[in-house]
């Protein structure tokens, strides 16, 4: 079948023949990665109205996709974790048993390609031939697979030579199917090193190298190899020195990972010569480096961001990133000039649009109760965009060894509970402060307002096997690390009494990393409270902001009633995650109950 493959290992042959002849397509194709055979595949595409090629000379090489409108969103409730017990996968996990869900998967695969054609996709997570990368193969029927993976991970023949014959690659099937939702399905095979996915055509479900392999499998793959895949954010701030220290950050949705990642420093910091440069805005692989400190890379090569709220003062890098070189989903379509709109991008909604379903827009009609019927853009619509066109990229994102990370930093968004910033008293209890990160619902949309969401890490639907053996490897990680980086915990989102933020956001936050790395550096002093060390209200520079040191104070301050109240709540999360919570996170947590009882 394969006699001019790019490649003789003999596992990537055998796994693919054995997967073409369950597919059954017309024709096999592999991806090469060269700018000839992706602009053929950018036409063929265009050709059958798969993608809409935009405005040449606004947008360079960018293309509008829509999917079907049953086929938007990650789907949570179709992703499973198929280890060989259901322990092993624990209960934040959906579990199925493996040779079930393969008997189950490859009886809906079975001939799905019949009469389309069989792309073949080697890819790198990381830099090839990086110590931190792993290989990936993934088999699809899709172009807008093959051109998003282009986008987002490394595509070549190059991978392939560098795997050799080894078999520490993973295997990745896609099939669109009928996109039928009652038969989606995103498995993941951690003891095999698979991932399939099947009757979806939307990105984070079929773009198999991110959230699956990136985090699901490679967390997994971490745990047994010692090191971490983390949903972080890696950023590097450079002094008017021309020194860079990088941070690794961890958020759950909705609370601006994206901006923090290219945060522009605020006028303050401009003037006297600080420059932030972004490393990734999703993705972390960590490993100890020779140096004993913990070293980071981006294992990706694209962002594939929200579209909606994205603009010229919410994140104006994110938007020149996607000006040339992006494939937009799910975005309004201007017809007038043949470009691209969202909700939030400006105030000047077309007239002339067709909206994300494919239909005519109509303005007026536009309800923010009811978004997804009445907006130009779907609320989850995105850009894959080239990670080397943002202005802020740093000349470390293709560094093979990596950056070495000063400081770990946890966010939620809680209205009155968590401070401004707060740094862990080490990395045990750092750990812990982790394993409780939590966000309280925003909208009503989403049911009751005020609700809190344990999310440990930014973890929760991304750990690929039981969440209490995740905060084993944390605190196991933590004996690894002879330099390990400090841990603090931020929360941009405390209120006054009427609702209104406090704190400023966006570029401001540069302010309470500025702090960060002065205590990764001990320069500054801070208090110690019954949460961890809170900086003093002086040690935040608010020069030319409109905030006052009193309002800096209400922001550092700890309420321990609340603090108390969360402490039941943790319990009981505690609880849910199951008994293979390590005794070690109970400990910190009586140990905390009996500060605030104090």
Known sequence: MFANAPTKNPTVLAWLEDKIKLVNPDKVVWIDGSEEQIEALRAEACSTGEMTKLNQELLPDCYLHRTAVNDVARVEGRTFICSATKEEAGPTNNWMDPNEAY???????KDSYKGRTAYIIPYSMGPVGSPFSKAGIELTDSIYVVLNMVIMTRVGFNVLDNLGDSDDWVRGLHCRCQIDEEKRYICQFPQDNTIISVNSGYGGNVLLGKKCFALRIAS???????????????????NPQGEVKYICAA????????????????EEYAKKGYKVWCVGDDIAWLRVGKDGRLWAINPENGFFGVAPGTND??????LATTMRDTIFTNVGHVLDDNTVWWEGLNDNAPDNCINW???????????????????????????TALAKNCPCISKEFDNPAGVPISAIVFGGRRAKTAPLVYQSFGWQHGSFVGSI????????????????????MAMRPFVGYNMGDYFQHWLDMGHKIPNAPKIFHVNW??????????????GDNMRVLDWILQRCEDKVDARETAIGYVPYAKDINIDGLDISVDTIEDLLSVDKASWLEDVENIKAFYAQVGDRVPATMYEELKALEERLSK
């Open 103 to 109: 008997e189950m998967l490859y009886d809906i695969a």
């Open 220 to 238: 997994n793959q971490g745990r047994k190899e010692g090191w971490m895949a983390e949903h972080m954010l890696i950023l590097g701030i450079e």
């Open 251 to 266: 958020f759950p949705s909705a609370c601006g990972k994206t901006n923090l990642a290219m945060l522009i420093p605020p």
């Open 313 to 318: 003062k919410s994140n104006p890098n994110a």
């Open 357 to 383: 379903k494919g239909e005519k827009w109509d303005k007026t009609k536009y309800d923010k109760k009811d978004k997804v019927n009445t907006s130009a853009a779907h609320p989850n619509s995105r850009f």
């Open 437 to 456: 990160m939590a966000s309280e619902t925003t909208a009503a949309a989403a049911g009751a307002v005020g609700v809190v969401r344990r999310d440990p």
């Open 493 to 506: 989102f405390r209120t006054d009494d009427e609702g209104h933020f406090i704190w400023p956001g966006f």
